[in-house]
């Protein structure tokens, strides 16, 4: 059996046209975009398209985009950046418990070692945060709230316009991780009303190392790289002008295909959510089951742990997630789940699946095949599952 590839959350193929783009700039076109002689003004050239192919994207001006090493740099740009602006006069950051650890562990760093007070918003049993949290937070000393824009692991896609509606009434400025969402979604950043949005190259078929943050223009954002004045002074480091290429390539891409790929990949998570809840029983899916990630399904098997889920279907030539990949491989249950009030014992079932553009139904189907094999098998050996668990019947 060729190998299936379900873990498109974690990270995706590069696009050949992805790489056919790039190729000139690893090959040929060696300048330093900084240079002004000819090879220099190719690079510079090229740097400036992929930046107008990003904005065009996010429907803002060229001039506020900049590009970073990852989205997680990205993340860390604009929390730390924003924190170190204005922390003095505004030293309160909120954010919620379910996001990527780019953005959490930054927080917490701030709160550890440069005095900020943080708030960290609840969510409900679908992944939403809470708006009435937010507004009764909200002071005239919030620096900036930071959520993302849909999550990693269940895919639930917040409502970002109306947590900026509250930012504005207290002059707080809004950061979303749009790490996920970008060239799936809708990322209008006028549209959303966000002063910073954060997006990374190797979720949209587009090569490992790149990102973007968006800065709206006049946002007060201390730098965290000091150098050379690349980037408008943003952020110092001769460009990965390769990289941005690629990243410019990608974000072309999918914007051409966006919404058909969004129907599809709907009803290929739906066909697998619906193969999934005939064929095995005691199971249930995590995340909202409208607002949501079109290729995002996150799913509890009960009486067994996702971890030997997962490494079964390894065996047989499949690849997803037990939570997200960054934490997997560790022991605790996913920090989405605890904070969506998942139970431990159900969390450490749970399984993401998450569908790119190179699935099909056909994919799709042999995997619902393999997990039944696998969960009967697993809970035949579990001591927590009840006898004869998993022919058919009831999901929640
Ligand atoms: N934010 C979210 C929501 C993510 O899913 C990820 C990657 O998994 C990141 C940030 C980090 O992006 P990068 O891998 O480009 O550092």
Request: charged share 20%; net charge negative; proline share 3%.
């Amino acid at each position: 059996m060729d190998r299936i590839y379900f873990d498109n959350n974690a990270t995706t193929p590069l696009r050949s046209e992805v790489l056919e783009a790039m190729l000139p700039y690893l090959r040929d076109h060696y300048g330093n975009a900084s240079s002004i002689h000819a090879t220099g003004r190719q690079a510079r050239q090229a740097v400036e398209a992929a930046r107008a192919k990003v904005a065009q994207a996010l429907n803002c001006d060229p001039s506020e985009v900049v590009f970073t090493g990852s989205g997680t740099e990205a993340d860390n740009q604009a929390i730390k950046g924003a924190y170190f602006a204005l922390g003095r006069q505004r030293p309160h950051l909120v954010t919620s418990r379910i996001e990527h650890h780019a953005v959490l562990h930054t927080v917490e760093y701030l709160e550890k070692h440069h005095g900020a007070q943080a708030t960290y918003l609840e969510v409900d049993g679908q992944g939403l945060v809470n708006l009435e949290q937010l507004r009764s937070c909200l002071s005239d000393k919030t620096a900036l709230v930071s959520v993302m824009h849909a999550n990693n692991e269940v895919g639930t896609v917040q409502p970002i316009s109306e947590m900026v509606a509250l930012c504005r009434e207290r002059g707080a400025l809004f950061h979303t991780d749009a790490v996920q969402t970008f060239g799936k979604l809708d990322c209008d950043v006028r549209a959303l009303g966000v002063d910073l949005l954060s997006l990374s190259a190797h979720k949209i078929y587009g090569p490992k190392g790149v990102g973007a943050l968006y800065i709206r223009k006049g946002t007060r954002l201390h730098s965290l790289i000091h150098g050379g004045g690349h980037e408008r002074g943003r952020r110092a480091g001769t460009e990965n002008v390769a990289g941005i290429v690629g990243l410019g390539a990608a974000a072309e891409l999918a914007m051409r295909e966006r919404e058909e790929e969004c129907r599809r990949l709907s009803q290929l998570r739906d066909r697998l959510w619906q193969g999934i809840q005939s064929a095995i029983a005691d199971v249930r899916r995590n995340g909202h089951p409208e607002r949501s990630l079109p290729g995002t399904l996150s799913v509890c098997f009960r009486y067994i742990e996702g971890e030997s889920v997962l490494l079964m279907l390894d065996l047989k030539g499949i690849a997803c997630s037990s939570g997200s990949a960054c934490t997997s491989g560790s022991l605790e249950p996913s920090h989405v789940l605890a904070a969506m009030g998942v139970p431990t014992e159900e969390a450490q079932g749970s399984v993401r699946f998450s569908l790119g553009r190179y699935n099909t139904e056909e994919e799709v189907d042999q995997v619902v095949e393999v997990l039944k094999e696998s969960v009967a098998k697993l809970r035949a050996m579990s001591p927590l599952a009840p006898s004869a668990g998993c022919s058919g019947g009831t999901a929640s």
